[in-house]
């Protein structure tokens, strides 16, 4: 029977961190979390540079086989995330979030590009006090798994913008010893992948795969559709769907049946 062992990882974000989400009038918005998937595409272009000429197709299924993500919170301690972005989502936003403004240039007229003024919204490295900010979650690893994904997280530039900086991070790892997962669950690592068993009514903490199965669930639902990189010099032009969603923060009132973590960090019905 495979075994899976987890790691509690924080990332102490050193710059900006942009998750592509949606526009709102002239401003791109963040997501207030990163996604599995967010993680899986950066150690998955990790690894593949770093072996030069694999295909980023094939590493991003190695890492989707050998591995299996939660999604990151925002947090000012290390251990421990102090402010879920939906419970207070006011209070997270003035200590976590910011914008940045820009504009492309018209070079002939030595002036700003016409209506190409923007904001691009993003989790700060630090808070309005000045507290440092983290991102913490989990990585569960499979038995056997040689793919160095702990050595490569320490090279990780996470979301957009990275070539103006954004997005770098100092990891600490440490393994997990019990079953403990998010608040409200707990965790078997026995099987094919995670499972995860919620103690009583609680709420989602990644997207979570819609089913007419469930019961009880209140929550926003979004289309999970986003850019894939394939193969080297191609960035992104790969579309990629997922199908419907609940989205984190919804709340489940009851489940008779455990979820797995599927690739990408998605959860759904074992």
């Known amino acids: 029977m495979t075994t899976w062992k987890m790691y509690r990882i924080a990332f102490r974000l050193l710059s900006p961190l942009h998750v592509g989400w949606f526009k709102q009038g002239n401003v791109q918005r963040t997501r207030p979390y990163l996604t599995g998937k967010a993680l899986w595409g950066a150690l998955t272009a990790r690894l593949a540079r770093e072996k030069g000429n694999a295909s ?65 919204e993003y ?61 409200g669950w707990t965790v078997t690592l026995t099987g094919d992948r995670p499972q995860l068993s919620p103690y009583d009514e609680t709420v989602l903490y990644a997207h979570l795969r819609h089913s007419s199965a469930f019961s009880g669930l209140r929550g926003a639902v979004e289309p999970l559709v986003g850019r894939e990189t394939q193969q080297a010099g191609a ?31 998605l959860w759904q019905l074992d």
Not at 58 to 75: C, I, K, R
Not at 98 to 104: E, F, G, I, L
Not at 160 to 180: A, F, I, K, L, M
């Open 56 to 120: 980023y197709a094939a590493m991003g299924q190695q890492v989707n086989d050998a591995l299996a993500f939660s999604y990151f919170y925002p947090s000012t301690a290390p251990h421990c995330v102090t402010l879920w972005p939906w419970e207070q989502p006011q209070e997270f936003a003035w200590c976590c979030l910011n914008t940045y403004a820009s504009t492309a240039l018209n070079y002939a007229k030595n002036s700003a590009e016409e209506g190409s003024l923007h904001e691009t």
């Open 123 to 183: 989790i700060s490295p630090s808070t309005r006090e000045g507290e440092p900010v983290y991102l913490l979650g989990f990585v569960f690893e499979k038995a056997g798994c040689s793919l160095g994904w702990r050595d490569a997280l320490h090279r990780l530039q996470l979301g957009g913008e990275r070539t103006y900086g954004w997005g770098r991070v100092q990891v600490h790892t440490e393994p997990v010893e019990t079953n403990t997962f998010w608040p």
């Open 235 to 265: 960035h992104g032009e790969a579309i990629a769907f997922h199908g419907l969603a609940w989205s984190p923060g919804a709340h489940l009132a009851a489940l008779q049946r455990p979820l797995r973590v599927a690739d990408f960090g």
